[in-house]
């Protein structure tokens, strides 16, 4: 049973990742796989992903993502392909990581476990940078990208070194986006007008 719960946790500790950023938590794996970090093993299915080829590869795009994402307009664009390819990052890091398992089955487990982990996290994600652009006329989304990066990194770092915490740490992070998104909406609802007496 543990040995598939800790596989499972990292999974959607990596997928939630992916709903921040598509790239930088595939590269984070595979440069824990390359360098035989933190005890990570591959699926055999996605073995490349330890490849040197696979870490070049995705660390340039991990670059290019990361520094667009500074960009105004690129970042919206961003978000928008993020809608399709975070998901799908989060599928393939969650396969990833079931490493006793068959291929076919991890691929399964890793669609049942990742797509909705990312595209649950990419959705608060676009929602928080929504609420950043109308109230700071997007000044402050470079610095909201910075934070999710930061982010990202931590749950990553973390989802390896003690999966059984990504449950708690998802929880947690899921309700204060929730409470923090609610009372902006409420200061941004307009006051009820006074009935005449």
Sequence with gaps: MQAFILPAFLGIGLAASCGLR???PLFLLSLAARFHLFGVGLNPAVGWLGSTAALIALGLATAI???ADKVPLVDHALSAVGTVTRPIAGVLAASAVMSHLDPTTAAIAGLILGAPTALAVHTAQTGTRAVSTVTTAGLANPL???TEEALAVLNVIMA??????????????GLTVFVALRGLRSRRAPAPAKQPE
């Design 22 to 24: 598509t790239f930088l």
């Design 65 to 67: 993502e990361v520094t």
């Design 144 to 146: 909201v990208s910075l």
């Design 160 to 173: 390896m070194l003690a999966p059984i915490l990504v449950p708690i740490v998802l929880g947690l992070a």
